[in-house]
C-alpha cells in the first residue's frame, strides 16, 4: 500500500484510521471485563455479610421478668441472655387460664410485674423489640404476686427498722442472744425460754435499756408465708419478755418479723428459723 497520497508525506490515511480502529475494540473489550470482575468482587462481599434483621421483622422472647422501666420491660430467657422490650399503646395483654392454659382472658399493663414468666410477640423497629401481645399464666402470675407482696413487706419493715434503730442515737448491743424454732413453728423451746430469761434478767440490771426483738425464717416456703412466719416468731418472744420474763413493756421494742434470714442459704436451715434479740443501751447515758 502507497504510504501517502502523491506530494503527500507520512503515512497513508487508511493506516492511521486502521490503527484507530484496533485501539478502541481493545477499550470496548476491556471494559465490559473490569465491570464483570467488580460485580463478582461485590456480590462475594455481600455474600460474607451476616444476616441481620429488618424493620418488621417478627419473633417471639419467653422469659422471666426482671426489670421494669417506664415503657420498657426486661426479661431473662432460660439462658441467662436478657431482653430488652419496649411496650406500645398497640401492646395486648392475655392471661392463659384453666388447667390446660389453653383459654385466655384480657389483662391489663399493670399485671407484668417483676418475676412474672412472659412469653412476648415482637416487632423489630430499628434497634428496639416493640411488643405486639404478650401472655403469662395465671398460675404464674398469682405465685409472682405473692413474692412480690414478700418483698415489699420486707423492704419496707427492714427500712422502718433501720430508722428505728438509727432513731436510738448511740445506742450499743450489750448482749444478744438466738432463739431457734423448729421448722413452720413459733412455739418457743425449753432452751428458748431460758435463754429469754436470762437476757431479761441481765435487762433489769442495765441502766436504760431497750431490747430489740427480729424475727427470721429458712428460705423454704413462699416469701409472703415466710413473712407471716417470721412477724408470729418475733411476736411470741416480745410476749414472753413482757409477760413471762418479767421485762417492762415500754421497755421491749414492738417484735419485727424480717421474712428470710440473710444467712438462711437455700433449703432448709434451721440456724435461719429464729429470733434474735438485742439488750441495748445508750452510751451517752452508761458513759464509757
Known amino acids: 500500500m502507497p504510504s501517502g497520497l502523491p506530494g503527500q508525506s507520512g503515512p497513508h490515511p487508511l493506516c492511521c484510521w ?46 422471666l421478668i426482671t426489670r421494669i422501666s ?29 388447667l390446660a392454659a389453653v383459654r385466655f382472658e384480657r389483662a391489663e399493663r399493670t399485671a407484668l ?21 404478650i401472655s403469662f399464666k395465671s398460675e404464674q402470675q398469682r405465685t409472682a404476686q405473692q413474692v412480690q ?24 448491743a450489750l448482749a444478744t442472744t438466738e432463739v431457734l424454732f423448729d421448722s413452720g413453728s413459733a412455739a418457743i423451746s425449753d432452751k428458748g425460754k431460758a435463754d429469754l430469761s436470762a437476757i431479761a434478767e441481765k435487762s433489769k440490771q442495765t441502766k436504760d435499756y431497750r431490747v430489740v426483738v427480729q424475727g427470721f425464717t ?47 442459704g437455700s433449703g432448709s436451715n434451721a440456724g435461719a428459723r429464729k429470733v434474735v434479740v438485742r439488750l441495748v443501751v445508750d452510751k451517752g447515758v452508761q458513759g464509757d
Open 70 to 98: 417506664g415503657d420498657t420491660i426486661t426479661i431473662k430467657d432460660s439462658n441467662n441472655v436478657e431482653h430488652a422490650i419496649t411496650l406500645t399503646p398497640e401492646t395486648t395483654y392475655k392471661k392463659r387460664v384453666g
Open 113 to 133: 410485674i417483676p418475676g412474672l414468666p412472659i412469653i412476648a410477640d415482637v416487632v423489630e423497629q430499628g434497634d428496639a423489640f416493640n411488643a405486639t401481645g
Open 18 to 63: 486502521a490503527s484507530q480502529f484496533e485501539r478502541y475494540r481493545a477499550m470496548t473489550t476491556e471494559k465490559p471485563r473490569k465491570h464483570l470482575l467488580l460485580t463478582a468482587v461485590f456480590l462475594a462481599c455481600l455474600a460474607s455479610l451476616p444476616a441481620l434483621g429488618a424493620d418488621g421483622d417478627t419473633s417471639t422472647f419467653e422469659g
Open 218 to 264: 429458712d428460705s423454704t416456703g413462699d416469701a409472703a408465708a415466710n413473712q407471716r412466719l417470721s412477724d408470729r416468731r418475733a411476736q411470741a418472744v416480745t410476749t414472753y419478755l413482757q409477760q413471762q420474763a418479767g421485762l417492762s413493756p415500754g421497755r421491749v421494742m414492738e417484735g419485727d418479723g424480717m421474712g428470710v434470714a440473710a444467712d438462711a
Open 149 to 172: 407482696a414478700g418483698v415489699e413487706e420486707t423492704s419496707m419493715r427492714t427500712a422502718e427498722n433501720t430508722e428505728r434503730i438509727e432513731n436510738f442515737g448511740t445506742y450499743e
